[in-house]
């Protein structure tokens, strides 16, 4: 069974920091690609950000230069390191993997950026 599990999410104000946290089960961890989507109150679900298992990475024009993926193998866990966070960062962050022909899903954490 694959088990995705975020943390890290609260409240912060704009132009503060948080790290957000996804650890994986059921997965041979360093072979998958990982990201890290959001959805934020009436829009669509959108990638924010991605690292393959060679630990290239991708992100979302919105949040270059301000957000950075990261992976530890060891500890089977995804980081999204959000600096400078806007209140248009706010929305709930959820992890993702696939395996096979199918995608998996973490439960979501809550991120708020006050203004």
């Known amino acids: 069974q694959v088990q995705l599990v975020e943390s890290g999410g ?8 948080l790290r957000l946290s996804c650890a994986a089960s059921g997965i041979i961890f360093s072979i998958n690609a990982m990201g890290w989507y959001r959805q934020a109150p009436g829009k669509e679900r959108e990638l924010v950000a991605g690292i ?11 949040v270059k230069g301000r957000f950075t993926i990261s992976r530890d193998n060891a500890k089977n866990t995804v980081y999204l390191q959000m600096n ?9 962050y959820y992890c993702k993997t696939h395996r096979g022909n199918d995608d998996y899903w973490g439960q ?3 991120v708020t950026v006050s203004s």
């Open 10 to 17: 609260g409240l912060v104000q704009p132009g503060g920091s």
């Open 52 to 62: 393959t298992s060679f630990g290239t990475t991708h992100y979302a024009d919105s």
């Open 84 to 92: 400078r966070l806007k209140p248009e960062d706010t929305a709930v």
């Open 108 to 110: 979501g954490t809550q």
